[in-house]
């Protein structure tokens, strides 16, 4: 049975200043050290290290946006429709509605991370709500490092009112952050005229480009025929289901090129690709050029 946890379960002292931490009454060794900064931010660093593969049930009883960054091991979260794994160096951003989140830890591993949450509510009335995408998983990048946004937070004292609202634009920015590379890592919409099932195939195909589903369970999970399936997308995109794919990812690459100063090891990894050279390889076959030479010449 699924331990299930409360709203409240990180922010029962949530009258006191600072940090404090919270145990789960589990074998093995679990910590959360947890802060609210604000009425609906909340952050989260995880340690754990359970004796048998630990199962949580996490309530939201309102929309929420988190974004986590995963430090070791593995974790895996679903909802009633999606499901994604955590590893080291993931940057994801999940959105949940009033549904529990699913979190699985599998035993004798040393699992952490962070984790910033915030009122998807906050979110549409700080931001443009164009910003704000329908429900979706992404997982945004994959870096050695946590962004700075999150060694900022998690150096902060918290101890005076000061500290709290600093805190609290370093995780709006954060957030806004991610947001900006989740919507630039979104999908092309299919045209009008596409159904329900086709929207579905391209978020699954682009939820983890590191892990796409085959195309045996994009079908399964879409309830179309893998032959049903490529057609559809010839007949809308042009291309079979994973040229489409591929072309997504070099769309990407190029975005990342042109506007960002990632290093061309991450936007491989981030999309991925096994290795430097293999992005190189398949981005010059697609462009005719490498993407050091692309960035030179979109300067």
């Not at 500290?163 to 045209?191: F, I, R, T, V, Y």
């Not at 997504?248 to 690459?253: F, G, I, K, V």
Request: glycine share 4%; net charge positive; hydrophobic share 35%.
């Amino acid at each position: 049975m699924p331990l299930h946890l409360s709203a409240d379960f990180f922010i029962k002292q949530r009258q006191l200043s600072g940090w404090f931490e919270q145990n789960l009454a589990v074998d093995g060794i679990n910590r959360f050290t947890t802060a609210r900064i604000s009425p609906d931010i909340q952050i989260t660093r995880s340690h754990c290290n359970f004796t048998d593969s630990c199962q949580c049930c996490i309530e939201h009883p309102a929309p929420t946006t988190l974004v986590l960054y995963g430090i070791s091991g593995i974790c895996q979260f679903s909802t009633e429709n999606h499901q994604c794994t955590v590893r080291p160096g993931d940057l994801w951003v999940m959105q949940t509605a009033e549904e529990p989140l699913q979190r699985l830890t599998p035993a004798n591993q040393i699992c952490a991370m962070q984790v910033v949450k915030c009122s998807t509510q906050r979110l549409y009335d700080t931001a443009i709500p164009a910003l704000i995408p329908p429900f979706r998983l992404c997982r945004i990048a994959r870096q050695s490092q946590p962004p700075v946004g999150f060694q900022r937070l998690f150096n902060n004292p918290l101890s005076t009112a000061i500290d709290k609202l600093m805190a609290e634009s370093q995780a709006l920015e954060l957030l806004a952050h991610s947001l900006n590379l989740m919507q630039a890592e979104a999908p092309p919409q299919p045209p009008a005229g596409a159904s329900d099932t086709l929207h579905l195939a391209t978020e699954l195909l682009t939820t983890d480009l590191c892990s796409p589903p085959s195309l045996e369970a994009l079908a399964k999970a879409t309830g179309m025929s893998h032959v049903r399936l490529n057609r559809e997308f010839k007949l809308y995109f042009g291309n079979t289901v994973f040229g489409w794919l591929r072309q997504h990812r070099m769309s990407l690459a190029r975005h990342q090129l042109r506007h960002s100063r990632r290093e061309i090891t991450e936007i491989a990894l981030q999309l991925g690709y096994s290795s430097a050279s293999h992005f190189s390889s398949s981005f010059r076959q697609h462009n005719g050029c490498t993407p050091l030479q692309y960035r030179i010449n979109a300067a």
